[in-house]
């Protein structure tokens, strides 16, 4: 594994030389000496990934390449930082260039000491140097329809459990009842939980299902914040409640909502007791058929909570060779000179759904005999044992292996994420491509390829995929599977994760080696920043995260630390904590990502310096309508992603004639910000995201969406109406069609659009998702015209007035998703009522 990691790293060292070589002047001929030795030993590495050595001399030679690598990223980011400020204080460069030049020539020489000691040790462990046995995976993955790896929905041996568990649920008297799933690691409870929670019976029979994660360590407070986030946007009124007055808070909104609740709490351990007390004490006063549905390995824990847990149990061996099957093939039979294999190979898994699901990751795309003999012989090896997560290990680094070079390094950095932290997959693929993780390809954009490996690790079985229509929207891990692949990403330095001793201190952050990206929770951060003489150049990255709601407030000190501490930081993740003003991180020039959250209503200039800022996220709690962007954004070359939770106030292009932005997320953008200059000079956008006051926008006789014209490449819009009362009905406007041919989600809220408009949406040919949120559409009826929506898959209407809605499964013919919130709707049209999963 670890000459995956140090390969990225001299990849993206080679970058970062190539990069600026020509941006200093006056130490070209250094720099190129630099960057032809750096390229000598990426060869060499590239060649090196063919073969496999497990000698100490080895892993010694990697931790050298390693660490020389760290050395001269911090020279060279230093050399850039100090010539940044001297341009902007117009002083010749020569003050500082010998110290820096003689540091460059150094590097160079000791890059090419590390090149001679790998060649050496090549032609004296000539055996060391041979071929793996496996295959490289396609680069580019196509994914077939609903054939993903440890999607509830297609779990096989899983029907007859759910109906069971259903029925209890649903069933049964009005008292609350709990249902406990318990079974070892591996054998599929929060799998099944998750498909019993998107069955149609359980939608129509609960009003409310609330879903809450509790593992091994939780905060009690933290767990029932979210719980009543599920209940009410006004959480930030209650931040300040203890444990007892939030349970009371929960039970007044019950109260009045009225309706039944599912509850699940997923991972349930023996010490975590109190939390199914406290669930019991929430719900236990309404006499309304409540149900709390429960995971856990824990036969006691299960027992505590009912007389009769459900004891989940192992698939058959004809199940386990049909999910084998499943998930080494796809929609395909496996070869009949592979059978007796496979059903060897599937019985060896002892009936243990991770255990085939891992096993079949390791052979898929494999259809070679040898290696699924190997795979046969020892698979009964490789089983996890209750209470025994190494035991599986063997398989799980196996799945991991057969990866090909560069999805490795992306895989590890998935750990960085704490456990029950549901991944945004957005957010994980834009880090990726801060960190450098992600590299060019002719044939796919950044986010593409980022996609496409994570569709490669579910069907691996290494990682779960939430979706929404065909959007990944969250990634999650097995237990086993986390806790293996955690501890490898510590040791082989993909980031350091600062968390509390037994003895209640933090680690030291003082290897430059192995502290290059520092994880941390928000609760002990203002513990790690109050550190005396915190000396932290190294950092690249610095992520903070929290399982909680609950936000911790920064001090202007401890932004003031910051900047300090990390002077050559690229990825800055902070939005888990509350910082004023930001204009103290100004001096952070190396930000690539930047995602920070406060109360201020504006951001300052100085954003506009940092000249590789490809991501900035942006969450403000002002009372002002608007966040005012006084940075000029359009100076920024290298920006892809702007965010915002409230409307953003742009400044307009400095030179609009000069060749436009690679912006290609905007999100959000206030409307009067949204004029001909600023969209043609955003040709490039992908999701655009406009909210306020959209009359005069919509209007096509001034410039409504005249100004869309450049707009060509954009996939997802939304368009939200702050005006909830408006004199003047709004109107589609002809060119939304003529210019958006790409489109292909469309979020419509308050627009109040007549129902007799809405069949012209069904013009836009690309269109998959269409969400018609609160009164995007008014009107008491609505009756489709033939011949529209061709591609829609996904549809949601919310809130809406509406009462007969005559349609059938021509109008929809690829539907594969309704979601309506309709209380004056008279009846589900029943050709498309198969495909209902929530309604209200």
Known sequence: ????????????????????????????????????????LKAFLDDAAKYHSDSSLWKQLVRDIRITVHRAEDVIDKFLVQAKLHQEKNKVKRSFDLCHVRKVWDLAKDIEAIHQN????????QKAFQPKPMLDLPQRVTREPQDTLLEY????????????????????????????????????????????CSHSQISN????????????????????????????ERIEEFRYKDVNELAEVICDFMAKEGGRYLFVLDDVWAKELVVVDLVKRILQENNRGHRIMMTTRDEYVASYASEHPHRLKYLSDEESFQLLEKRAFGNERCPDELVELGKSIATKCSGLPLAVELSAGALRSRPN???????????GLYLVIENDPASCWEIVETSYNILPQEMKACFLYCFAFLQGYSIPAQKLIRLWIAEGLIKSSPTCTFEELAENYLEEFALRGLVTLSRDGDSIKEIGFHDVLYEFYKTEAIMESVFQELRLTPDQNLPSIQDPDTSRRLCIESSVLRDFL?????????????????????????????VKLISQAFPLIRVLEIQSVKIFLPMYLNQLFHLRYIAISGDFAELPASFGKFWNLQFLIVNTSTPEPTLKIKANIWNLSRLRHLKTNIPAELLPPPNPTVEGSCLQILSKVAPESCNKVVL???????????????????????????????????????????IPYMSEALHLPPELFRFLRKLKKLTLSNTRFKWNEADRLGQLECLEVLKLKEDAFTGKSWKPEKGGFKQLQVLWIQKADLECWEASRDHFPRLKKLVLNCAKLENVPVELSHFLQSRS
């Open 1 to 40: 594994m670890a000459d995956a990691v140090v390969n990225f790293l001299v990849e993206n060292l080679l970058q970062l030389v190539t990069n600026n070589v020509k941006l200093i002047s006056g130490v070209e001929k250094e720099f190129q000496n630099l960057l032809e030795e750096v390229r000598r």
């Open 118 to 125: 790998v060649k050496e040790f090549r032609q004296n462990n």
């Open 153 to 196: 929905k297609e779990v096989v041996g899983f029907d007859y459990e759910a109906e069971y568990v259903i029925k209890r649920l649903v069933k049964g008297s009005k008292d609350l009842e709990f249902v406990p799933i318990v079974g070892m690691a591996g054998i599929g409870k929060t799998t099944l939980a998750r498909k019993v």
């Open 205 to 232: 029979n609960f009003s409310k299902k609330i879903w809450v994660y509790v593992g091994r360590s939780y905060e009690l407070k933290g767990i029932l914040s979210k719980i009543l986030q599920s209940l009410t």
């Open 369 to 379: 005999k040898n290696y699924w003999e190997r795979i046969e012989k020892n698979v």
């Open 530 to 558: 109050s550190r005396k003489q915190l000396n932290a150049q190294h950092v690249r990255s610095f992520l903070c995260f929290s399982t909680t709601e609950r936000q911790i407030e920064l001090s202007l000190p401890d």
């Open 680 to 722: 043609a000079k955003a040709g490039n956008l992908k999701k655009l995201s406009i909210q306020g006051r959209l009359g005069a926008f919509l209007e096509t006789n001034k410039d409504g969406f005249s100004t869309f014209q450049g707009l060509g490449r954009l996939e997802k819009l939304k368009l939200m109406n702050d």
